[in-house]
């Protein structure tokens, strides 16, 4: 009979070998190595395993598709027709598999499966509405915060002109009162739950959290710990956040360190591309020099920092000096261990703004080869480029649900 929080294997005759692994705080269970689906501890589906292709459940209420086919990966959200079979589907296996289990698992262990059959088609639609009166739409944070509690200090975007960009286009620009935020704190535990207790870190949100005025944000960031502290007493819950480059032109070296202070371990930059005359084409604020000088700040601050890059701006026809130019600011940037380097494929509407201006200026856009080729040169190249070797990692956008 299987511990709680201790992974173990059950063997029934009906059922064959069953691998539970329940956790603190989620719950993973594998059907004999075909299927497997993890849960929370609000009983919510959080990734599962089916038909040998991977689904990662967002808050949303969306499902994210990732499979690997012959072609190259695939990547995309479930229709919601889809999503709501694979719901069905994963209901009625949890409850062939909490009937059967019934007597070999521990009480802790039942009770939670029988969490999970709670959540039916009515309970899944209502979580879906609950999410849209909390949150704008959570357009996209990095990678490594994925598991992150996504708090809306800010909605939307302070530039929001980005050629490239669309994700902020539906909304203004808006800073939320200390009142504001409290409230949409107590609605996101409400929300969360139990399934909180999986996310330790906190991204503030939206695009470009850190042009706060430092006056009001220490007034937010004093809210936020207050309602969301963190596990270990006196130490703050960790922090990260975007930061547009000419919103970090207005802080000081000290202020970076006040907010190193209060919890911000990452500060996420997109450079995008260290070449002038490609950054001018993706209409960023700021230049390639600015943001060297913002990195160096930050960094001097004790505060650690995500450079993004992408693969694919300024099409064949400016790879060369998008590459160059790109790996030399990073160079010039000192990166170290405790930073990060993300390479991420430029995927714009074939109508937006950056392809209109690209066809415009007669740019030969790279074909599937030459872009996975420069993502490539350019991951190999950031190693090279930075002497004490931040973490390089591929940041494909479409992976994202929150």
Same mark, same amino acid.
């Given at each position: 009979m299987p511990r709680p929080n201790a992974p173990s294997v059950v063997t029934t005759p009906e059922l064959g070998s069953i691998y539970l692994n329940a956790q603190p705080h989620a719950l993973t269970i594998s059907d004999n190595l075909h +299927? +497997?689906?993890?849960?929370d501890r609000e009983g919510?589906?959080?990734s599962c395993f089916v038909g040998g292709q991977n689904y990662r459940c967002g808050f949303c209420g969306e499902i994210l598709l990732k499979a690997t086919l012959a072609g190259g990966k695939l990547r &995309?959200? =479930? &229709? #919601? $027709? @889809?999503? $709501? $079979?694979?719901?069905e589907a994963v209901h009625t296996a949890v409850t062939r598999l909490s009937t059967g289990l019934a007597n070999y698992v521990p009480a802790e262990v039942h009770a939670w499966l029988a969490t999970v059959l709670a959540w039916d088609a009515a309970r899944h639609t209502h979580d879906r509405q609950t999410f849209q009166t909390i949150y704008k739409p959570v357009s996209i944070v990095p990678p490594d915060q994925y598991q992150a509690v996504v708090v809306q200090? +800010? @909605?939307?975007?302070?530039w929001n002109r980005c050629s490239f960009c669309t994700f902020y286009r539906d909304r203004p620009f808006r800073i939320k009162t200390p009142t504001e935020l409290r409230t949409h704190l107590h609605q996101i535990k409400a929300f969360l739950g139990r399934g909180l207790a999986l996310r330790q870190a906190v991204f503030l949100g939206d695009a470009n959290a850190l042009i706060v005025p430092q006056p009001r944000l220490r007034e937010l960031l004093a809210v936020l710990h207050d309602e969301l502290p963190s596990a270990t007493p006196g130490v703050p819950r960790k922090l990260y956040a975007f930061l547009d480059i000419f919103g970090g032109e207005h802080k000081t070296t000290a202020q970076y360190a006040e907010l190193g202070a209060a919890g911000m371990r990452r500060i996420y930059l997109g450079l995008e591309s260290g070449d002038a005359t490609v950054f001018d084409l993706l209409n960023k604020p700021g230049s390639p020099a600015a943001c060297i000088e913002v990195v160096r700040t930050i960094k001097a601050?004790?505060?650690?920092?995500?450079i993004i890059? =992408?693969?694919? #701006?300024?099409?064949?026809?400016l790879a060369h000096q998008h590459v160059t130019q790109s790996l030399a600011a990073?160079?010039?940037m000192e990166l170290t261990a405790g930073d990060l380097v993300y390479v991420s494929p430029l995927i714009v509407p074939a109508d937006g703004p950056y392809a209109q201006q690209a066809r415009a200026l007669?740019?030969?856009p790279l074909d599937a080869d030459g872009l996975a080729s420069q993502l490539a040169t350019l991951k190999v190249g950031a190693v090279a480029a930075t002497a004490h070797r931040p973490k390089v990692a591929l940041y494909h956008i479409e992976e994202w649900i929150y």
């Open positions: +299927t +497997t689906y993890s849960f919510r589906l959080l &995309r959200r =479930l &229709r #919601p $027709d @889809e999503r $709501d $079979d694979l719901l200090a +800010t @909605e939307g975007c302070s601050s004790g505060i650690n920092v995500g890059l =992408l693969a694919g #701006p300024g099409g064949a026809t990073l160079a010039a007669g740019l030969v």
